[in-house]
């Protein structure tokens, strides 16, 4: 069923009768557009995302420690343009998603799967997490198949280990390597993860008012903020705290 390359247009190669049909606001406020795409365009990255974890999980397997470094900068470019997107919500009055928040029923942000997928792929996987998860029925494929792997911060300390190299060692030498930069770009993604949190929990507040409690039954941006702290590479954050004389 392949269409002829000749035929291809940027309408078809993109598939644009599809993807613009698929905005469709429920009620008849002007702002609920704006509200759909953002989170349809954070979705699509969230594929993305998922799609360079599953490159970057072969890359660690296969001990390819450049391969690794270059997929983690895509990585973080794309986390950038999530949060960044989230600014555009930041012009949505409270008085506007009021009239049409209705419309949302009980949908949530904190049942998007590709979010939990990318959450439990990176090392999110303790018991709470997990029972949240089941809440809802069977786990998704997408996210199993996360589960059925390592987390990223094993994936990397196997990565030293190959090479019988100590994480501390890294952050000893006069001179910066592969691995040492592959640390910190894990430790980037983290960062950047935070502060899509920190956003997204801003942006809540401006627009829910701090006390609001979200279509998903939590207590909002009080429950969010307290997501902030949560953290993927443990290891990659104690080990500056050896240089301190307060080591874990
Ligand atoms: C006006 C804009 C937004 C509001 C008022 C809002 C509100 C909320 C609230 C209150 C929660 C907590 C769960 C609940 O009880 O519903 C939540 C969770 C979440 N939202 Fe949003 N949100 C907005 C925009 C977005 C956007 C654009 C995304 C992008 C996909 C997003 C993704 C998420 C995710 C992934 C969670 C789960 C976070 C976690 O449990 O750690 N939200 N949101």
Do not use: C
Request: net charge negative.
């Amino acid at each position: 069923m392949s269409e002829d390359a000749a035929d291809v247009t940027y309408g078809s190669y993109l598939a644009l009768d599809k993807l613009l049909e698929l905005q469709r606001p429920r009620s008849a406020h002007a702002d609920e557009l704006l509200f759909i795409i953002v989170h349809q365009a954070s979705e699509l990255w969230f594929k993305e995302i998922l799609h360079e974890v599953d490159l970057l999980v072969a890359a660690f397997v296969d001990h390819e420690a450049e391969f690794a470094l270059f997929r983690m900068g895509r990585i973080n470019a794309l986390m950038r343009i999530v949060s960044a997107q989230l600014s555009a919500l930041e012009t949505l009055p409270p008085q506007h998603f009021a009239e049409f928040r209705q419309h949302l029923g009980s949908s949530s942000g904190s049942q998007s799967v590709q979010f939990r997928a990318i959450e439990a792929a990176s090392g999110l996987r303790e018991p709470h997490f997990m029972n949240v998860l089941q809440e809802h029925g069977p786990i998704p494929a997408v996210i199993q198949r996360a589960l059925d792997r390592p987390p990223l911060q094993d994936l990397y300390l196997d990565l030293l280990r190959a090479q019988s190299i100590e994480l501390e060692q890294l952050y000893m030498g006069e001179r910066p390597t592969t691995l040492f930069f592959l640390a910190e770009a894990l430790l980037e993604y983290e960062q950047q993860f935070g502060q899509w949190r920190f956003k997204h929990v801003q942006l809540v507040e401006r627009v829910l008012g701090p006390l609001t409690g979200g279509t998903g039954g939590t207590l909002g941006a009080k429950y969010l903020a307290r997501t902030i702290d949560q953290k993927f590479f443990p290891a990659l954050w104690a080990v500056r705290a050896k240089f301190y004389g307060s080591g874990a």
